[in-house]
């Protein structure tokens, strides 16, 4: 049986039913097996390294914000001391804490170590996913190389997507632009679209629930996934603005410490700068603003995976190598946390009202 788009998605489980009953062949159930000790393995580095790197942020925030208020300690203390040696002890003391706290930020700014913590995360578990799909290709039985080349390729999607290695391999951080993520392999589209007119049954499919899938895809691009991007890029400018006011206002501090006692600004610039840089660094990284970015990028990938599901299945017009209508339909229907009849009613109130003054999202689930 042709295997269609849907079948490579990280949320779809592709219940399909095997033509023939010729016995499997053991090299395929052998490969299959290899694969699935691999992605068995890659579910259990990226849940170590998601809990490393979720360390890295609770320690290092934990760290530099301890070091900034000791220094804006230390330039309050060098301005009330006497000139002499506590007067430069401190002042030196506050100088330093403030560099490396203007260093260390810096680097922890450009990694966003909460980010990377919620990328392993989805990682994790969407290799758990393609795990089940994996076992439940082998109970169902008789698989063929097909499948093999769809899991490898599944495999290698997810490892593009979510990289292990910093070095050389992160993703952007702060993008140009907020595009959904995509983490399953992308295959061209057919342009044939629809049943044809003498082709109204077929593998659960009809001509009427062609409509109401085109009607909820409608509303999906039309609502939850570009208020996804939206919000996406909301935060997304609100990191880049934390992540260089924390820096910034680390260095004016360091630059007031090292002129205390020389201008009265010097030490209110080592003091308030000191407090400030505390603040904005508890709210970018306490509050987790680079792993919230990456919540709405991967919810956004969600839906746009969601549309493609449904538009191949659409746009192939042999119902025969489609997936079973009835079947997609409960997926959905499960994937946006709607009963079936609240699924129809969604279709019908978006096509009454030809897409325009529905406010109604199409998931409930998130």
Same mark, same amino acid.
């Given at each position: 049986?042709?295997?269609?788009?849907?079948?490579?998605?990280?949320?779809?489980t592709?219940?399909? %039913?095997?033509?023939?009953?010729?016995?499997?062949d *053991?090299t395929?159930?052998?490969?299959?097996?290899?694969?699935?000790?691999?992605?068995?393995? @890659?579910?259990?580095m990226?849940?170590?390294?998601?809990?490393?790197r979720d360390?890295?942020?609770?320690?290092?925030?934990?760290?530099?914000?301890?070091?900034?208020?000791?220094? /804006?300690?230390?330039?309050?203390?060098?301005?009330?001391?006497?000139?002499?040696?506590?007067?430069?002890?401190?002042?030196?003391?506050?100088?330093?804490?403030?560099?490396?706290?203007?260093?260390?930020?810096?680097?922890?700014?450009?990694?966003?170590? /909460?980010?990377?913590?919620?990328?392993?995360?989805?990682?994790?578990?969407?290799?758990?996913?393609l795990?089940?799909?994996?076992?439940?290709?082998?109970?169902?039985g008789?698989?063929?190389?097909?499948d093999? !080349?769809?899991?490898?390729?599944?495999?290698?999607?997810?490892d593009?997507?979510y990289?292990?290695?910093?070095?050389?391999a992160?993703?952007?951080k +702060? *993008?140009?632009?907020?595009?959904?993520?995509?983490?399953?392999?992308?295959?061209?589209?057919?342009?044939?679209?629809?049943?044809?007119?003498?082709?109204?049954?077929?593998?659960?499919w009809?001509?009427?629930?062609?409509?109401?899938? @085109?009607?909820?895809?409608?509303?999906?691009? @039309?609502?939850?996934?570009?208020?996804?991007?939206?919000?996406?890029?909301?935060?997304?400018?609100?990191?880049?603005l934390?992540?260089?006011?924390?820096?910034?206002?680390?260095?004016?501090?360091?630059?007031?410490?090292? +002129?205390?006692?020389?201008?009265?600004?010097?030490v209110?610039?080592?003091?308030?700068?000191? $407090?400030? $840089?505390?603040? %904005?660094?508890?709210?970018e990284?306490?509050?987790?603003?680079?792993? %919230?970015?990456?919540?709405? @990028?991967? !919810?956004?990938? +969600?839906f746009?995976?969601?549309?493609?599901?449904?538009?191949?299945?659409?746009?192939?017009?042999?119902?025969?190598?489609?997936?079973n209508?009835?079947?997609?339909?409960?997926? %959905?229907?499960l994937?946006?946390?709607?009963?079936?009849?609240?699924l129809?009613?969604?279709?019908a109130?978006?096509?009454?009202? !030809?897409?325009? $003054?529905?406010?109604?999202?199409?998931s409930?689930? +998130?």
């Amino acid at each position: 049986m042709e295997k269609d788009a849907i079948s490579t998605s990280g949320i779809n489980t592709n219940t399909c %039913v095997r033509q023939g009953t010729d016995a499997s062949d *053991p090299t395929v159930i052998a490969k299959l097996y290899a694969i699935m000790e691999a992605v068995a393995d @890659r579910v259990e580095m990226h849940k170590n390294i998601g809990e490393q790197r979720d360390n890295w942020n609770n320690l290092l925030l934990t760290s530099i914000n301890g070091i900034t208020l000791t220094a /804006s300690t230390m330039c309050g203390l060098a301005a009330i001391s006497d000139s002499g040696a506590p007067h430069a002890t401190f002042k030196i003391s506050s100088t330093i804490l403030y560099l490396a706290a203007t260093f260390m930020l810096a680097i922890m700014n450009t990694i966003q170590p /909460s980010q990377l913590a919620e990328e392993q995360r989805n990682a994790s578990r969407l290799f758990k996913q393609l795990q089940a799909r994996i076992q439940t290709m082998l109970a169902i039985g008789n698989p063929t190389i097909s499948d093999v !080349n769809e899991a490898l390729e599944n495999v290698l999607a997810l490892d593009r997507t979510y990289p292990l290695p910093l070095l050389g391999a992160m993703l952007e951080k +702060f *993008p140009s632009t907020v595009k959904p993520a995509v983490w399953w392999p992308q295959k061209k589209q057919k342009k044939v679209k629809g049943l044809g007119r003498n082709m109204d049954i077929g593998n659960g499919w009809n001509r009427k629930m062609e409509d109401e899938m @085109r009607e909820i895809v409608g509303v999906l691009k @039309r609502k939850d996934k570009e208020d996804y991007l939206r919000l996406g890029e909301v935060a997304l400018k609100v990191n880049k603005l934390l992540a260089i006011s924390g820096p910034l206002l680390t260095g004016l501090a360091a630059m007031g410490s090292a +002129f205390v006692g020389t201008n009265p600004l010097a030490v209110i610039m080592g003091v308030v700068g000191g $407090a400030l $840089a505390s603040v %904005v660094n508890a709210m970018e990284h306490g509050g987790q603003v680079g792993m %919230v970015f990456e919540m709405y @990028r991967s !919810n956004a990938g +969600f839906f746009k995976l969601m549309e493609e599901t449904i538009e191949s299945n659409i746009n192939e017009r042999d119902v025969r190598t489609r997936e079973n209508g009835k079947m997609l339909e409960i997926k %959905v229907a499960l994937q946006l946390g709607r009963s079936l009849s609240d699924l129809k009613n969604l279709a019908a109130s978006s096509s009454l009202s !030809n897409g325009e $003054a529905t406010e109604e999202f199409a998931s409930k689930l +998130f």
